[in-house]
């Protein structure tokens, strides 16, 4: 993630006014099997941008690809820090301009080499409530991909080797990882209060688009 210059001022929790419209959005990883999913609240009027870090976040992702929305009615296009006039700055847009219902969906694709697809679905769009600091995850399941395994594909590639200490990749990949035995890396893990805190770090951070 780029680094921001210390001069800008730093966001403040996002304590939604009361009165102010929450999404909440079920993020599902595509061709996941199981399923890897978030259910996660945000203030309706977020950036497109500031949906990529949420996501990004709850996901437990590194953000070190390039990544894009896509809208599947009108099949418009956002991405960060392009040139062609077809696709559209995420900054320009807010997520109630672009998904405002429920039952509304976005597309959001992560690293266009491993192609990692995400189905973002409006779930309820309900009001804040009083006190309550967004965006916050509400529950989800399995852990988070490891960056750069290849896709839905190459990930259960890479379970499937794992899981085979006789298989002649099984070294090879655990090293890969960083991992002395392949008990340390857990596809079933889901740690809430750890996804939460990062989103809390997330608000606190620096405003940047």
Known sequence: MTAMANTRRAR????????????????TLRDSRPPVWRRVEMDSTVTLQRLHHIVQTA?????????????PKSRLHYRASHRDPAIL??????????????????DYVYDFGDGWEHSLLVEAVTR????????RCLTGRRACPP????????YAYLLDVLADPSHEEHEDRLRWLGLETADQFDPAAFDLARINAALARYAAAPVGD
């Open 12 to 27: 403040p929790r996002s304590r939604t006014a009361p009165g102010n419209t929450v999404h909440r959005i079920k993020a």
């Open 128 to 135: 804040a409530e009083p006190g309550t600091v967004y965006p």
């Open 147 to 154: 960056e750069d395994s290849g896709g839905t594909w190459g």
């Open 59 to 71: 996901f437990g992702w590194e953000d070190a690809h390039m990544w894009a929305f896509r809208t």
């Open 89 to 106: 700055s995420p900054t320009a847009k807010r997520l109630d301009q672009i998904a405002p219902r429920p039952d509304d969906r976005l």
